[in-house]
């Protein structure tokens, strides 16, 4: 069987489309999986100050940790 010069390029053409495809799905997940773990991050920062803002407020509250 011989391949004609238009199957070979089709055949390359859908070889280039489907490694850019790969290429583009392989950098969205990378950002989902940063973008998750930069709100999970940000999160923690924010229950942290938040927790550390209420015992400033509110001395009368059960000490916890180590040192409390």
Request: glycine letters at 4%; zero cysteines; hydrophobic letters at 45%.
């Amino acid at each position: 069987m011989n391949l004609e010069p238009q199957q070979i390029f089709q055949l390359v053409s859908l070889l280039a489309v489907l490694a850019l495809f790969s290429f583009s799905l392989r950098g969205h997940m990378n950002y989902a999986r940063w973008f998750k773990k930069w709100e999970a991050d940000r999160k923690a920062r924010r229950d942290a100050e938040l927790a550390a803002e209420a015992r400033e407020t509110d001395p009368d509250a059960p000490k916890t940790g180590p040192w409390g």
